[in-house]
């Protein structure tokens, strides 16, 4: 079956540093999504991203996060200056269609550490 | 706001014991319930869903059905594996129009031989 890949699986990073965390969706998916998982808290949409623009987006996205799609099979989750509370697993998902009617395909998630 | 809650791990279990791991949701309106499984090493996997009041969803063995009146989806599977060892998330999102899943914490299973 199809993958969605992540890169790094692991970044560590030091406090106010920038960080760009890279995917690569399904081929022929259209929408692309992150997610973020805080050590022993819930999984967490940040933001939602098709044809080019952010769909939607929690208010946790804010001005030190931002998204891409700098060609045709990248996706990337940049934070412009890191704080030790963005440490957490970071997923990248994609699907075909829109959710909720199409089911989502994760990566297997970047794990950033903020020192 | 919308929210899941569900049952915390880990959960430790011999091989052919039931499981059960319960979800309970708060939404507006009707959303749809989702089960998803993260393997080690692995993405999060969609194992089963409900878009209605009623549904069963089945996957692999496991089943949950949407109960509107207790307002849960508990994940149920009569005879566990070793393999079923994982991270179970549930889930669901709101049919009012966003894309945005809301998951529970996750419960981790483990099935010992």
């Known amino acids: 079956e199809p993958e969605v890949t992540q890169t790094p699986s692991h970044q560590v990073t030091q406090m106010g540093q920038e960080v760009i965390l890279r995917c690569v969706p399904i081929?022929?998916?259209?929408?692309f999504y992150w997610y973020r998982q805080i050590l022993g808290q819930k999984v967490e949409f940040l933001v939602s991203?098709?044809?080019?623009?952010?769909?939607?987006k929690s208010e946790i996205f804010d001005d030190q996060f931002s998204v891409e799609r700098p060609d045709g099979s990248n996706f990337t989750l940049k934070i412009r200056s890191t704080k030790l509370e963005d440490s957490a697993m970071y997923f990248c998902?994609?699907?075909?269609?829109?959710?909720?009617?199409?089911?989502?395909?994760f990566g297997s998630g970047t794990q950033l550490s903020v020192l | 706001g919308n929210s899941v809650t569900q049952m915390e791990g880990p959960v430790t279990l011999s091989e052919e014991a039931f499981l059960t791991i319960n979800c309970t949701y708060t939404a507006t309106g009707y959303p749809s319930l989702f089960w998803y499984v993260q393997y080690p090493g692995e993405g999060l996997q969609l194992l089963l869903k409900?878009?209605?009041?009623?549904d069963k969803g089945s996957n692999k063995g496991f089943e949950a059905t949407y109960r509107k009146e207790t307002t849960s989806f508990h994940l149920e599977k009569g005879s566990v594996q070793v393999s079923d060892s994982a991270v179970y998330f549930c889930a669901l999102i709101h049919q009012g129009g966003s894309e945005k899943l809301v998951f529970g914490k996750g419960t981790k299973l483990t099935v010992n031989p």
């Open positions: 991203f098709y044809n080019n623009e952010i769909s939607e």
């Open positions: 081929s022929n998916h259209l929408y």
């Open positions: 409900a878009t209605k009041a009623d």
């Open positions: 998902a994609s699907s075909r269609e829109r959710a909720p009617n199409e089911k989502l395909f």
